[in-house]
């Protein structure tokens, strides 16, 4: 769990010690979320006052019970100076598994959802910002809207403090795709306490410019604010079951705007807050994010006659992994919708909160695959492969390979268990594609809004493994399940100690009769 210790420093100028503190990445991590998700609760119940008072006050205890917790332990827990890599990853796992346990029991235990694999899958689809949903707005109280709405606020948020903050500073050493984050990290996180300050401060002034900018197009309230959570978060959740088909045009644009930015990522926000166009300019990832972007427009738009305008927000929506829909897209044919596949698969640029391989990881792998195949032209010849002007290591490539295979596994042990619960074949690529890249809708039995109320129960769940892991990635997986592999065989180790102990004074006991008889 992060190096589980206890410390008691002496204070300057007192020979008393302060409450001891309990050393752990992985609770310092869920404290550090808790206290948000705890507010971000409160303040769903707070804002439910005046439609349905009952589910109001619950999300409002709750969420004060929560946020003081929190704060309470924000005292007596403290990350390691220097925390080991696999306690690390194991202790993403934990944390993602604690956001969305809670959202589980508040659904469940609220009547939001009736059945509680129902209230897994929609907690999971939410903090794991995947456009998947069981939920009616029509339905629902505006506080479980709003909340539903919130846990993908703070899984992207969660999600973007991991990535920037946590495994660049706090690891001191490389991101989850094995290369730094270069000056543009130092830039932005010096260190890690400040780095997550501005991470918060970033990603919260993107919500409120969303969140107006969805005002001034004349959505309510309540809407504007369901919407641009889920837009800054690439969470794509609008409580409607035609997501944005049934928005204005001027919405839309917000929308296409607004999943751009997020899908960018935090440096480009960080660059355009500071007014620092050259950056902007001089970044390769970015570069080919757009590329990548206008490429995918133009091959949808000039297929079948389908509108620019329509082909740039499902591009903009697949490669961000957000999830938003105007239309139907999965009657517009074959070739249109496997250029949406590969998108989603690509998905976002580092630092953001949308998922997939991601840009840089994509543009590394080619760079790579280039290379292999120039030296088997030449033996001796010297290729690098340059990341903004920075030539990486092999060992960095050779990582960066590994967790392209581990990705394609996990996306096709996906497939296989979609398949096995009954899923189309079709159905069962997409399903499994989209949930492992937090995209959500898919071709088939999802479908192109994200509805889950069509889906088997059975399906629902295989999809859940799916969110978690694409949404931690591989190497937090990986190290979680090794993590428990090692309990395991330590608790086996520890049963057959003890049987063959308990076996040895039993034989004792026995030999000590027979003597006396």
């Not at 644009?253 to 660059?271: K, Q, R, S, T």
């Not at 829909?325 to 998108?343: M, R």
């Amino acid at each position: 769990m992060g190096g589980l210790r206890r410390t008691r420093p002496l204070l300057p100028g007192s020979t008393e010690r302060p409450p001891a503190r309990v050393v752990s990445w992985a609770l310092a991590s869920i404290v550090d979320a808790g206290l948000v998700l705890g507010v971000a609760t409160m303040l769903c119940g707070l804002a439910g006052i005046g439609d349905d008072n009952a589910d109001a006050v619950a999300f409002t205890c709750v969420g004060a019970v929560l946020a003081a917790l929190a704060a309470v332990a924000r005292r007596r827990v403290a990350p390691p100076e220097q925390p080991g890599t696999g306690r690390v990853f194991a202790g993403i796992g934990f944390l993602w598994t604690a956001l969305v346990l809670f959202g589980t029991v508040l659904y469940a235990g609220t009547g939001s959802l009736a059945r509680l694999d129902d209230a897994l899958v929609e907690s999971a689809a939410g903090f794991t910002t995947t456009s998947l949903t069981l939920l009616d707005a029509a339905e629902v109280s505006r506080s479980v809207l709003l909340f539903r709405a919130a846990t993908s606020w703070v899984g992207g948020l969660t999600a973007v403090w991991i990535g920037v903050v946590t495994l660049p500073v706090v690891l001191r050493s490389t991101a989850l795709i094995g290369y730094t984050t270069g000056r543009r990290g130092l830039d932005l996180v010096p260190s890690a306490s400040t780095g997550r300050r501005r991470v918060l401060i970033l990603y919260s002034g993107f919500t409120a410019a969303c969140v107006i900018a969805y005002l001034l197009t004349g959505l309510g309230v309540t809407e504007a604010l369901v919407v641009g959570l889920g837009t800054v978060s690439t969470g794509g959740f609008t409580g409607r079951a035609d997501s944005l088909a049934g928005y204005g045009g001027a919405t839309q644009a917000v929308a296409g705007a607004g999943m751009f930015l997020a899908g960018a990522g935090i440096f480009v926000i960080w660059w355009i807050a500071r007014g620092r166009l050259r950056p902007l300019w001089r970044s390769q990832e970015l570069r080919t994010f757009v590329v990548l972007l206008v490429a995918a427009t133009a091959a949808m738009a000039l297929h079948r006659g389908i509108g620019w305008g329509e082909a740039g927000f499902m591009a903009v929506s697949a490669m961000s992994t957000t999830g938003f829909a105007v239309v139907d897209w999965t009657a517009w044919g074959t070739a249109t919708t496997v250029i949406l596949l590969v998108a989603a698969g690509i998905g976002s640029m580092m630092g953001s909160a949308g998922g997939g391989m991601r840009v840089m990881r994509v543009q590394l792998l080619m760079g790579s695959a280039g290379g292999e195949l120039r030296r088997q032209l030449d033996p001796y010849a010297v290729v690098l492969v340059r990341r903004n002007d920075e030539a990486l290591s092999q060992r960095t490539l050779d990582r960066l390979g590994g967790h392209q295979v581990a990705y394609v596994v996990l996306v096709g042990v996906g497939a296989l268990l979609l398949g096995v619960s009954g899923v189309s074949l079709l159905g069962s690529v997409w399903g499994s594609v989209s949930a492992v890249t937090t995209f959500g809708p898919a071709v088939g039995e999802i479908g192109a809004f994200g509805l889950l109320d069509g889906v088997d129960r059975a399906e629902r769940l295989a999809l859940v493994p799916l969110m978690m892991g694409g949404r931690m990635s591989v190497p937090p997986v990986l190290a979680g399940v090794g993590l428990v592999m090692n309990w395991y065989k330590a608790a086996v180790r520890r049963g057959r100690f003890s049987v063959r102990l308990a076996s040895r004074r039993l034989e004792a006991l026995v030999e000590s009769r027979s003597g006396d008889g």
